[in-house]
């Protein structure tokens, strides 16, 4: 949005901002933020930062040192829609607090060395396409103590008592109002993230029939996108509420019902190509670069999902039925694949791939910086998916032989095994110093700590199934 510091002070001005907010990423992808008045922002917030503790942050606990510095990202500011006084945000980077370099444990700090890297292998910038799926419900609770647990979601959806109108199971994609109860909200949402500076593609409701919604935005570069992530999920979150609905990103909120993922399209630009793109190739198009690259994505895919999938409930999405994806292959709109080509967008400018694993459960700038670490990874080894039995496969592999589809690798079916995968397999994340190894270990100490936390708690299903034994 700014230039520079003269160009913020002179909107300040003009715009009558009463507040600077900076906003910073945990290890678990959660932000947080710390506010300053706005005749205090100057050339400090882009020198020396504005101190804080870090070691209350999750994830930076381990770090030897609490007093950080945030320094704002001039470029990513946007004006608060929902603060009674009107605030300036920027998105800021974690820094130390005497020598103001960015400290290899935060999350975004990953982000940009990754693009960096990217540009030193290969002259090259990568472009991201995250898609957003949530649920809306009417209300949310959920409660644990030591003699009782429970969530209730609801959504008036499927109930017809009110105008007659229901969404039939599995029934709600691309519906209609008045099945589609979340039409205005969804465009109100829209409506605000352009406000934030984030183009939108389009917006519409999901196969889930109690409140699953989309919402797309148009292909931007790599740090810009997990920036619009985290932007958007707040502006989702804050829009519902003024509705009178409550937004999750959770992946499977709801038993039998369909799952919330956030598929990444990607692909590699130079000069305003995609290098995924071969004019002449047999195959979609498709270049042996993608072709590696793709590769990459499916080899490292057990150790990548420990940071795409870091949550128990993401597991719960990754099952067959669903259009979830379980088992490493690629094909042409194959959305039982791991990694589908899409078949429109068949040109130089937009040849792409889309993993469709991950949720919005992730850390948006290590999830994305992983993929590409991954990808990058397959280019240098210049691996071959016919010869790894990634594909291309463009078929239902549900109506193969039960031995046909053993022969496709799974993706992992717990949080534990993933984690586990991550901890051995890390090498190609670390290259070119993108990511740090402390980060890393404390990313998987944290999961794993949830993890084993929700494994202890017993459930209601539990005693419905084993209560009488």
Known sequence: MFANIDEARKFIEKNGIAMVDLKFVDVPGRWHHITIPAENCDERILDDGIPFDSSSIPGFDGVSSGDMALI????????????????????????????????PGDPRGVAIRASEYLRRKLAAESVWLPEIEFYLFDSAEYRTDAGFSYFDFTCAETDSSSNGFALSPRGGYHSLPPMDSANDVRAEMVTVIREMGIPVKYHHHEVGPNGQNEIEIIPTTLLKAADAVMMMKYAIRMVAAEYGFVATFLPKPLYNEPGSGMHFHQFLRKGGT?????????HAHFSDMGKSYISGLLDHAPSLIGLTNPSTNSYKRLVQGFEAPTRRFYGVANRSAAIRIPKYDDNHKMKRCEFRPPDATCNPYLAIAAQLMAGLDGIERKLNPVKLHFGPFDDNIEKWSERNRKRIMEIPVSIFDSLKALDSDRDYLTSGGVFDNGLISRHIDLAKGKAIDISRHPTAREMELYFDI
């Open 72 to 103: 704002a990202d001039i470029s990513t500011a946007f004006v608060d829609p929902f603060t009674e006084l009107p605030t300036l945000c920027f998105i800021s980077n974690i820094c130390a607090a005497d020598t103001k370099a960015n400290i």
């Open 274 to 282: 995609s290098l995924f793109w071969d004019e002449n190739s047999e």
